[in-house]
């Protein structure tokens, strides 16, 4: 089966596609919460910039509200950093296991 871009490993082992698939839908799933948290995580901070600014409408100046929203994105950037991180594991490996595949 020299055509068949299936190893002989694979071959002998029963149940090995099945298990890479289940493989890629949890990379899939991880990847999927890693960009609903940075989402979250994004849209919390606006809310709370809203938040002080409708609430709070004489108590802060445009400077203040600026680096109120400095502060925020330094929240977002120390909160989404690790979540990129595994973002970009699970894109890395969705790329091996496409080519691995093929």
């Known amino acids: ?6 190893s002989p490993s694979e071959r002998s082992e029963p149940g090995t596609m099945q298990r ?16 609903s948290g940075v989402a979250a995580s994004s ?3 606006v809310e709370e910039i809203h938040y002080l600014k409708t609430f709070y409408p004489d ?3 445009v400077q203040e509200v600026f680096y109120a929203s ?5 929240k977002v950037i120390l ?4 979540l990129l991180l595994v973002i970009g594991v699970g894109l890395r490996l969705l790329r091996a296991s ?3 595949s093929e």
């Open 1 to 6: 089966m020299a055509g068949s871009g299936i």
């Open 20 to 35: 890479r698939s289940l493989s890629r839908a949890s990379i899939l799933g991880v990847i999927t919460i890693g960009i």
């Open 43 to 45: 849209w919390h901070s």
């Open 59 to 61: 108590d802060f100046t």
């Open 70 to 74: 400095g502060v925020e994105l330094i």
């Open 79 to 82: 909160i989404a950093l690790p």
């Open 98 to 100: 496409g080519k691995d």
